[in-house]
């Protein structure tokens, strides 16, 4: 929790603003950055403290330097207090914390019996949050988190003993409601369940969730409690309904925003179309240049002539990795994502000051991509030299990037960027991701709090709430799927009021590429609702059966998981899971039911040092066959090593020390068949349908490529096991006679509907609330299930998360603006920023980018005439 600031004096130095003027300087950034949205500073309103908040609370909060509530803090606690459950959804930074704190622990210090939980979605955040209550020192309030890393002996004593536990969904999930008897205690007295960063609960994960908290009403209630729930959001739409759904309660709502902010300079910067990058040096000034409007697109390199895509017969698998379609998260990237940024150096005995780069060679020669087509420097790689920059010249600043590799590729070439300056600076940069084991992450976070760390390249774990006051910019690297998540991680700078920098990097993706060029899809538009489906009866029939092992389920509580438990526990008798008695419904089996609710099926892969033994961090399992794949490249904290055995029956890779010059890609196959058809629409030669598919994929080699310039080297065969998924799709098909007036003949058929495929999974997440690791896809020139051409988009989850049925709802603007980002793109023959993918089963091969206009302009003559 940190200090409340008032926002800064008008007229006073913006700190966002300077640096950003300082990065463009380089004439080779200033080009890159395609607008600047100036976010103006804002002072708080106050409220004065609740009379019934402690009066040993408040002093000690005053003693912290918060002299008072802001407004829409006191209004949340005082409907928390009055007994009714309420959502704060403030920005970043706004004092959500304090808007809970007040009501949990004032009650805490006046009944001893009182308990309650916190759930937070990282252990960073409650780790974040345990720090920030034992800093108030009551005596009164016993706080300790109960997560996977709590050690045994340790458990016993919060259960018995402490008045405010703080864990999370997985923990309460598998946990304690399991071994609720031994919690009775603190169920009785359970008064409060806080449930931070609750937007963050969406899809199939926020489904479970939503489950697990009905389960946890449901026991409670069973021991005479009836607790109120506190849910704190980033700003979102429709909170009070996402929040209603989330909990199965009426829900208050607190929107406005009362806190001070200081101003904020957001920059969309896309890559140049080629390397021009050079070793520069950072010369010592202290004049930093004029801020100017974006310069124009840069211009690309001259077109390579298009190559005709080979006939491919059958079904063509081009969906992507299971990183896009199964798995729950994002994973490693490709390899062209992968490239060390290039060096960055200053003269020997020169000191590094304001960052005004000089270019002393000519430009490098464009890298090409399949085709001969010029493909964009990569977005880790720029994020990589911005990082270093930024670092050199005392910024201190937070990289979010998508996946644990990407961390650990930008750490690693920032510090060896740095090194080149400063040995001291190069070891303030470090990697934060999962993965790592509990004390090294706990180590990173204090020295990131402290200032001893500069710069830091994490993943997501690092974008909810936790309390780093000073940072001064933030790199988003890559679109993070949601306009929550990137105000989210934008807001992570600037704390302390004093203005700060948020740069949104593109990756070379459909989606990327629209967004930095329409910039009011980013800042002209609301952020999304949360999408959420606890009827999903993949998810619904799992807790069922969990509410049945920890208690027999009654009539009575049937409809709290809804109007369809009664039709899912009838099923769930009939195929033995359950069995009716007098007193209710009874779990049948020994051994608990098996439920992951993070969609990630498995037993997490451990990651071992073969020769001597030493754990290095896990995987899940549903990504260990794209990640740690025989003969992969694993990289952690700095340093690589190659896997040399995958074992899945004992979950464990083993790995030996190594420095390949090349980085690994797997290579997936995809087949999909349709169950069923649920909803159609027919517009004369298009049928779009929303149904239930069966998603068949299969890691079957994988890609060394050079590390650099991306170029393959190598493609080695793997034995893996096919996995299969059972889901919701959108597809739509076309007859021949569409084809022949889109002039598209037989051979150029697969290549148009591939990069059709491809432009539209990576815009859906415009209109759905997805990233592309979510969803999947398969195209066909001829599927065997539809007897026509069709393109599949699916939700990478088991049952569905909503993302198809978006598209299928949106399907006309879903498919224009599809159309409209391979238009705009100045290639010829297609790259990454519009039908390439980056994780492509069939590598890229065929895409026809003309033909898949063509295509797209006469469905959507149908779909969407105007």
Known sequence: MSVQTSAPEPGAPDRGAAVLDRLRADARRSCCVTHVERVPARAGTRAPWPAWADPVLVSRLRA???????????????????????????????????????????????????????????????????????????????????????????????????????????????????????????????????????????????????????????????????????????????????????????????????????????????????????????????????????????????????????????????????????????????????????PVGTPAGQVPGALTAVAAQPPEPPVHGPGGVAVRRSATAEAAGLLADLVADGVRTLVFVRSRRAAEVIAQSARRALSEVSADLAERVAAYRAGYLPEERRALEADLRSGRLLGVAATNALELGVDITGLDATVITGYPGTLASLWQQAGRAGRDGAGALAVLVARDDPLDTYLVHHPEAVFGRPVEATVLDPDNPYVLGPHLEYAAAELPLTEADLDLFGPLARPTVDDLVRRGRLRRRPAGWYWTHRHRPDVDIRGVSGQPVRIVEASTGRLLGTVDAATSHSTVHRGAVYLHQGSSYLVIELDLDAAVAFVEAATPDWTTVAREDTDIRVVESIRSRTAGDVELHLGTVEVSSQVVSYQRRQAGSGRVVGDDPLDLPARHLRTRAVWYTVTEELLVEAEIDDDAVPGAVHAAEHAAIGILPLFATCDRWDIGGVSSALHPDTSRTTVFVYDGYPGGAGFAERGFLRGGPWLRATRDVIAACECTAGCPSCVQSPKCGNGNEPLDKPAARRLLDAVLRRLDPS
Request: net charge positive.
């Open 64 to 342: 912290a330097g918060i002299d008072a509530p802001w407004t829409h803090q006191a209004r949340a606690a005082e409907h928390a207090h009055a007994g009714r459950s309420v959502v704060l959804a403030t920005g970043t930074a706004s004092g959500k914390s304090l808007g809970y704190l007040m009501p949990v622990l004032s009650v805490l210090l006046a009944e001893p019996s009182a308990r309650a939980f916190y759930l937070a979605p990282t252990k960073a955040l409650a780790n974040d949050q345990l720090r920030a209550v034992r800093a108030l020192t009551l005596t009164g309030v016993r706080a300790a988190t109960y997560d996977g890393d709590t050690p045994g002996y340790e458990r016993d004593w919060v259960r018995a003993h402490a008045t405010f536990v703080l864990t999370s969904p997985d923990m309460l999930h598998q946990g304690i409601l399991p071994s609720h008897r031994r919690w009775a205690a603190f169920l009785r007295g359970l008064r409060y369940v806080v449930v931070d960063e609750c937007h963050g609960y969406r899809g199939v994960f926020g489904s479970h969730v939503a489950h697990v908290l009905r389960r946890l009403r449901r026991v409670c209630a069973r021991y005479g409690a009836t607790p109120v729930f506190i849910l704190a959001s980033a700003t979102v739409s429709e909170p009070a309904d996402a929040a209603s759904r989330l909990t199965g309660l009426d829900v208050q709502a607190v929107e406005e925003d009362a806190s001070p902010r200081g101003a904020m300079s957001f920059a969309l910067y896309e890559p140049p179309l080629s390397y021009p990058w050079q070793a520069h040096a950072w010369q010592a000034s202290s004049s930093f240049a004029s801020s100017s409007e974006p310069s124009a697109r840069p211009s690309s390199a001259p077109p390579a002539p298009s190559r005709p895509a080979p006939a491919v017969s059958g079904p063509l698998s081009a969906g992507p990795t299971a990183s896009e379609a199964v798995s729950s998260g994002p994973v490693a990237p490709a390899a062209a994502e992968s490239a060390s940024s290039q």
